[in-house]
């Protein structure tokens, strides 16, 4: 062979060599290897109601657990970060069944149907994630396609959004904030009540929310007939139907309809022996109490001075301005003793408690955003001591929250800290099972395994809004 053939040989090999190293993915292009983080030493509640595991281990393989138990005996892999928790409690991240998105801006405690935008409803979700929520449902009075929309998203730093898009109520029956009445659909007939249902089917709500409360008398109701023939429509579809409720008499008669629902307690009377066999006959159904948040008497109660218990929870300041909190205050200062008082606060924690104690499903949901008084968080920590004030145990309130939420709204991969679930959980500063207000003492949030950046939206949100009102 020729010095020329060699060297043309050459020539062509180094070019397949380069056509082949061009053809080939680049290192930085190919896909990495799955992040792999142990946690270590906190004493973890695990949201299934079994007695926590102290001195904890559990892994996190990108977005999910992969392993869980005590320190010692998981097996970790090698090159995996780990992240020290000693005398740190971990719990899931928490879901709110019910709240009401879009309409409250939390910069300054107005309502108005303008605040309904992207903007404020992602500001919400991010408020949910700050506080340690992994997922919330808008109960009944969300407008439009864009909840549709964002539901099927993933937002960094956000709580994941669940929506039973508009409710159904008799006109002027339905919220009781102006903002929002009249956002439901609007029935007096039962062929009105199938066809509001039938124009919601296509965009799958989660639930087919209806309002059945005359407001303490001053407002028309839905009648059985109505919310009968919503209730078939929706099981027809597919669909379960969840009430708003107020009267006894009410909830039985949903119950006798097939609501698998109710998002607040029976308030008028005790509940009696009928309607706790009704639900022994439908175990699958379920309540969000809406014991009233930081509206509670237990929380607005004085301490010596007429200030509220609330006023002084340093979460409080975290995310809401000083001076949307003291004109809140003054607002409270004005108002006559007795006004506005709400007459099912007499039965709702006593109703909870039996309820409980015959074995029926009770989650948590906060009613948040539902009017200028129910703030985006606080709200729903002090219903889990409104649910202890109900006979809970602290770990009752949190599988409420936790679990019990999740299989609710049927997000299977949230609600516990076991393998193969969504990572989501809180990093606590001291252990809810001794006092259930400790979960306000947030360290960390982490939602699907990535840490909630909370400095960087706790410093916005404590930026005064630039022409706020002084009302």
């Given amino acids: 062979m020729s010095r020329m053939t060699n060297v043309s040989s050459c020539v062509i090999a180094l070019a397949c060599a380069l056509t082949a190293s061009a053809c080939s993915p680049r290192p930085e292009a190919q896909a990495p290897p799955a992040s792999v983080t142990v946690f270590e030493g906190a004493r973890l509640i695990t949201g299934d109601g079994s007695p926590p595991i102290e001195n904890a281990a559990f892994i996190i393989e990108d977005t999910r657990f992969t392993r869980v138990g005590r320190n010692g005996d998981v097996e970790v892999p090698s090159g995996a970060a780990r992240v020290d928790l000693t005398g740190k409690t971990v719990m899931p991240a928490m879901i709110d069944v019910h709240s009401h998105l879009g309409f ?61 898009g508009r409710g159904l109520a008799y006109p002027g029956s339905g919220p009781a904030d102006p903002s929002r009445n009249d956002v439901p659909y609007a029935v007096t007939t039962e062929e009105e009540a199938r066809a509001a249902v039938r124009d919601l089917a296509p965009s799958k709500p989660d639930f087919v929310k209806i309002w059945v409360d005359d407001r303490n008398g001053t407002r028309q109701k839905l009648t059985p007939p109505l919310f009968r023939a919503a209730a078939d429509e929706a099981r027809k579809l597919g669909f379960q139907s969840v009430a708003h409720v107020f009267d006894l008499a009410d909830a039985k008669e949903l119950l006798k309809a097939g609501v698998e629902g109710f998002t607040h307690m029976v308030r008028d009377q005790p509940v009696d022996e009928e309607f706790l066999r009704l639900l022994k006959e439908r175990p699958n159904v379920w309540f969000t109490p809406n014991l009233g948040g930081m509206n509670r008497e237990l929380q607005t109660g004085s301490n010596g001075s007429g200030r509220p218990r609330w006023a002084d929870e340093p979460m409080l300041y975290e995310t809401i301005t000083r001076d949307v909190v003291q004109r809140r205050l003054d607002r409270m200062a004005r108002t006559p003793a007795g006004t506005g008082a709400n007459p099912g606060r007499v039965w709702d924690l006593q109703n909870t408690e039996r309820l409980k104690n015959a074995g029926v499903r009770l989650v948590l949901g ?51 800290v076991a393998a193969g679930k969504s990572a989501d959980f809180i990093v606590l500063d001291a252990n809810p099972l001794d006092d259930i207000a400790n979960t306000k003492r947030i360290a960390k949030v982490y939602l699907r395994g990535h840490e909630i950046d909370r400095a960087a939206l706790s410093a916005k949100w404590r930026q005064p809004k630039r022409g706020s009102s002084t009302q």
């Fill in 104 to 164: 409250l801006d939390m910069s300054d405690s107005s309502m108005s149907k303008d605040h309904f935008t992207r903007e404020n409803l992602t500001d919400h979700l991010e408020r949910y994630a700050y506080h340690g929520f992994a997922a919330v449902c808008s109960f009944g009075t969300d407008m439009g396609d864009l909840p549709f929309q964002m539901r099927e998203e993933i937002i960094k730093n956000a709580a994941l959004y669940r929506t039973v």
């Fill in 366 to 416: 906060s009613d948040a955003a539902g009017d200028s008084n129910r703030w985006i968080g606080l709200t729903a920590h002090m219903e889990l001591e409104n649910f202890v004030a109900a006979g809970f145990t602290p770990s009752e309130a949190i599988v409420a929250a936790t679990r019990a939420a999740a299989e609710v709204l049927r997000l299977n991969q949230l609600g516990t």
